[in-house]
């Protein structure tokens, strides 16, 4: 009975059930999002290639480990789906296992830069002044760095792995999250609630954590949607450039670089198409998602 | 003005100086530092300490950066001991080749994505227009080497009407010489660049339509074309102008990823090469050329930006 009732109080709260209750910003932004039908064929399109990246290897099984050289090459059958590559790994499979490694570097990539260039804009544009501008300063130098030649630069030296990758991508693409939340922070900073924090005697860190960050958390929210899709890029052009992962891990664009070899001996097409596919999809999908929550959060859209 | 210029070079010069300072370190991130870098696993610690001595690696890091700045300053951008060459005649002979492509590359995703962005705004939300979006949505999630791969795959290898490589050659008349070999290096550059241009000329006339002016122009009775083209196309151009002074970094990343993908002889493709050798004197050269042109470029912009719209000047 307990339990009938907390699920009737977080249907109040989700305003599933009409309450006087004022709803909140989330749920506002939900509703503006779920009218937006690319958003959520993106949204659905996610959670597909989650199941089939993460659920797919446990139904489809196969060897993604040893080299089997008697399925050279073979062509999709019904043993494999999308044939093999020219190490005789079931293609297939390697796209799930490829795209493990593809999802969990595109997602951490994303959390760690927006987590940190969320942080230094909001201190940034708090602090103002002197601070502010030595610490835009060093976010325009990291902006005009050609970050594809120095990610290629630092991927030789570093020879990464997947964790490795995750913080070459994301000491890139923090500069311009911190950008653009401090440019959200200036104006917040001037608000009443902001400007109460600092009269009753609250510090400054807590003004920042407390009363910043969440409202500026649409920007943030929408940023680490196409951080996803970005860092998912960018893993794929290191994979094809053979500076990815190492064998026997892959990634959609170290298959994509594998598949190049064969391009002018033949039809090998299922070792091409497919990476470069699931490539484009899933980073469509994340942008359809990044699109609408920027409508979402827009509050002129909102009903209230 | 003079306030501003004086503020606005003040801070690419700041900047400069952290740029350079951040590249130079990290040609000490090496594996075992520069010098081991460029001989390889084998070198004896006493050649390294003697190659160190000789390079002046053994030096605080601020006189190895004060001689360093020096050299750019005399434009000496050092020397590939491993292709034996400097690096300034390596770029002499290969930055000819990349600015065609470039050029070019630009010139054709400027003609379609400028006309086709405010095409969308003014006919938003028709048929035209999702399918024009869903073409720039593709244009941002394809990666740019797997289009390069799909361009030739069709119109190389099935169908043979374009060669699938670039010609090879240290001479930029020979690239030109063959304008067939440049049709899908330019196509892939320009579908890069389309989506970029025009879904940002689509948003900046959209946003331009609402301004106040429009509707004194559309009072005056002002026709259509004459507010749309006269007024709105205009007044969106100066925005373009900034963005493209922003690009260079994605103008830069497209040249190196086409470059790769064609076998295009130009500064990209040395880059991807050099990064493959390990010769740090050409990558450290290189990054330093890009950068500096990156803040050279972003400072010409925000001063063309405040010459045109005197508000920004504040």
Known sequence: MAGLQAIEATEAELGLIPTAKPRGMLIRAWEVFAENKLALAGLAFVVFIFLFCFVGPHIYVTNQVSTDLSDYLCTPSGSHLLGCNELGYDELGRLMVGGQTSLEVGLAAALVSVLFGTLYGAISGFAGGFVDSLMMRIVDAGLSLPSLMVIIIMSVIFHPTPVVIIFIIAVFYWFGVARLVRGETLALREREYVQAVKVIGGRPMRAVLKHIVPNAIGTIIVQATFAVADSILTLAVLGFLTLGVAPPATDWGSMLSGGLTYIQGGNYWWLIYPPGVVIILTCIAFNFIGDALRDAFETRLQRR | ???????????????????????????????????????????????????????????????????????????????????????????????????????????????????????????????????????????????????????????????????????????????????????????????????????????????????????????KGASERRVIWGHVFRNSLVSIVTLLGLSFPTLVAGAILIEVVFNYPGMGLAFYQAALNVDYQTLLGFTVLVTVFTIIGNLLADIGYAALDPRVRY
């Open chain 2, 1 to 219: 003005m003079v306030g501003f210029l004086i503020r606005r070079i003040g801070q690419a010069i700041l900047v400069l100086f952290i740029v350079t300072v951040a590249t130079l370190a990290m040609v000490h991130l090496f594996p075992g530092g520069p010098i081991r870098a460029l001989l390889g696993q084998r070198a004896t610690a006493l050649q390294i300490a003697f190659y160190n001595k000789q390079y002046g690696f053994d030096q605080p890091f601020y006189v190895q950066y004060l001689k360093w700045v020096n050299q750019l300053l005399h434009g000496n951008l050092g020397f590939s001991t491993k292709l034996n060459q400097s690096v300034a005649s390596l770029i002499g002979q290969d930055l000819p080749k990349t600015i065609v492509l470039v050029l070019l590359g630009t010139f054709f995703s400027l003609l379609f994505g400028i006309p086709l962005g405010v095409y969308q705004a003014v006919r938003r939300n028709s048929v035209a227009d999702y399918v024009l979006t869903g073409i720039s949505f593709l244009g941002y999630s394809t990666p740019v080497f797997f289009l390069g791969i799909v361009l030739v795959d069709w119109f190389a290898i099935d169908v043979h009407l374009f060669p699938p490589f670039a010609p090879q050659s240290t001479s930029v008349l020979t690239i030109l010489g063959d304008p067939r070999a440049l049709v899908l290096p330019v196509a892939t550059y320009a579908f890069l660049l389309y989506a970029l241009w025009s879904r940002f000329m689509r948003s900046s006339v959209l946003d331009n339509m609402v301004q106040d002016y429009v509707r004194t122009a559309r009072a």
